[in-house]
C-alpha cells in the first residue's frame, strides 16, 4: 500500500507554487512608459488605435504607459515602428545604469509641471507648431510668443 501511494502521488501535501519575484520598476521603465503615451498622444491615437496596431488589448497598452507592465524588446520596436520613433526616442535623457532616477532632477521653468508635454493643450500647439513648414515662420512663432508672455508678464507687474 505504501508502494502505491508513492507510485501515485497521494499522501503527499501539492507542492505550493512559488510566483517568480516581480522585478522593481526602475526610473528607465517609467520614463521609456512616460514617452510610449507621449508618443502616442502626440500621433492623435487612442489607447485603442494603438493596442490594435501593436497587437495587444487596450489595457495592456495603459499597464505599459503606466510602467505597470514591462515592455519587451520587441513590443518596444512594433510600438517605435507604429509612431514613426527611433528606438532611442524612448530612452533619451535615461541614466546609463537604469537602476535609479537621477539624484537631482532638472529644475522646470516656473509654472510648469512634468506633465505639462503631455497635455492635450501642449500636443495641439505642438502638431501646429509642426504643421508650419516653412522653418523661419517657425521661428517668428517663437518669438511671438515669446514677445506676448513677455508683454502680459510686464501688464501684471504694473
Known amino acids: ?13 501539492p507542492r505550493a507554487r512559488r510566483a517568480a519575484p516581480q522585478p522593481r520598476k526602475t526610473h528607465v521603465d517609467e520614463l521609456v512608459a512616460a514617452r510610449i503615451k507621449a508618443r502616442r498622444l502626440l500621433a492623435g491615437l487612442s489607447q485603442t488605435d494603438l493596442a490594435a496596431k501593436i497587437g495587444v488589448t487596450f489595457q495592456a497598452l495603459q499597464k505599459y504607459e503606466t510602467g505597470e507592465n514591462r515592455v519587451s524588446a520587441g513590443r518596444l520596436w512594433r510600438i517605435a515602428d507604429v509612431l514613426g520613433a527611433d528606438i532611442a526616442y524612448f530612452f533619451q535623457d535615461s541614466p546609463r545604469s537604469g537602476a535609479a532616477a537621477p539624484e537631482k532632477p532638472v529644475a522646470l521653468p516656473p509654472g510648469l509641471s512634468p506633465d505639462t508635454l503631455q497635455t492635450r493643450e501642449t500636443l495641439a500647439l505642438l502638431r501646429a507648431y509642426y504643421g508650419v513648414s516653412d522653418p523661419a515662420a517657425r521661428r517668428d512663432v517663437i518669438e511671438l510668443l515669446k514677445s506676448l508672455g513677455a508683454a502680459i508678464r510686464n501688464a501684471k507687474s504694473e
Open 1 to 13: 500500500m505504501a508502494a502505491l501511494k508513492a507510485k501515485t502521488g497521494q499522501g503527499r501535501a
